[in-house]
């Protein structure tokens, strides 16, 4: 996905009441721009990270910038951008599957996004193809690193997360496919989930693997002119 504009490069101020950030930009202004991301943003948050916006698409809306990287040493190590929006990952993926790029499911002809299913959820794409049972595709977001290299999820407590893994677990057994991807918005090698930040995740993730839930982690290509998914990651969470 390129960005229809350069971003704009600025200083964070502060973020606060979890979406909105002020924001120094290189010419001096400071803005207020969104924050799409309602998680703890441990170790992105930091006052005097270099940060890059983007301009919202609404000329009338009322904030006119969003925060979409931070620039940071991530779990120690080197600097790199992070993608904090957790909007662009729904959108990374619908792109990556238009130009199959996303292997486990090349197959599928049809891509229906936000389809209702399980108990008054709605499903992130649904992934259809004449002769093979439908697959129920969640996607989440990822932008912790606690350790160099080793992306994490969740970084807060994640309720509703859960509760999708045992509606993808639900779907399994009524014979059809269900997977997980975590989109990592940055360079990773590995992926796990927080299970001490989240116990009731970890036990819902594990769950949803032994119901026969698939799960793929995929990193980020991430520069101040676009950000695609790039490569897929190892998941080392023990069946």
């Not at 940071?72 to 904090?84: E, N, R, S, T, W």
């Not at 350790?147 to 045992?166: I, M, N, Q, T, W």
């Not at 014979?175 to 940055?186: K, N, P, S, T």
Request: net charge neutral; proline share 7%.
């Amino acid at each position: 996905m390129r960005f229809s504009e350069p971003l704009l490069e600025g200083r964070l101020i502060q973020r606060y009441k979890r979406f909105l950030a002020d924001i120094e930009l290189s010419t001096g202004e400071v803005v207020t721009a969104h924050c799409a991301n309602p998680g703890a943003m441990m170790g992105l948050k930091e006052p005097g990270s270099r940060v890059l916006l983007s301009r919202a698409s609404n000329p009338k809306r009322k904030l006119a910038y969003n925060w979409e990287f931070v620039d940071v040493p991530a779990g120690g190590g080197p600097h790199q951008l992070i993608g904090i929006n957790t909007s662009r990952p729904n959108h990374l993926v619908a792109e990556a599957l238009r130009e199959g790029r996303l292997a486990p499911f090349a197959r599928y002809e049809r891509v229906r996004p936000e389809v209702k299913y399980g108990r008054a959820s709605r499903v992130d794409f649904l992934l259809e193809t004449d002769g093979e049972p439908p697959c129920y595709l969640e996607v989440k977001n990822c932008h912790l690193m606690r350790e160099a290299g080793f992306a994490e999820f969740p970084d807060c407590v994640a309720a509703r997360s859960a509760k999708h893994l045992y509606e993808l677990a639900d779907m399994v057994e009524a014979g059809f496919r269900a997977a997980l991807v975590y989109v990592i918005q940055m360079r990773a090698e590995r992926f796990d989930v927080a299970r001490d930040i989240d116990p009731a995740y970890d036990k819902a993730f594990r769950h949803a693997l032994a119901a026969g839930v698939e799960s793929y982690a995929y990193t980020c290509r991430i520069s101040p002119e676009e950000i695609a998914i790039d490569h897929p990651v190892e998941i080392v969470t023990p069946r």
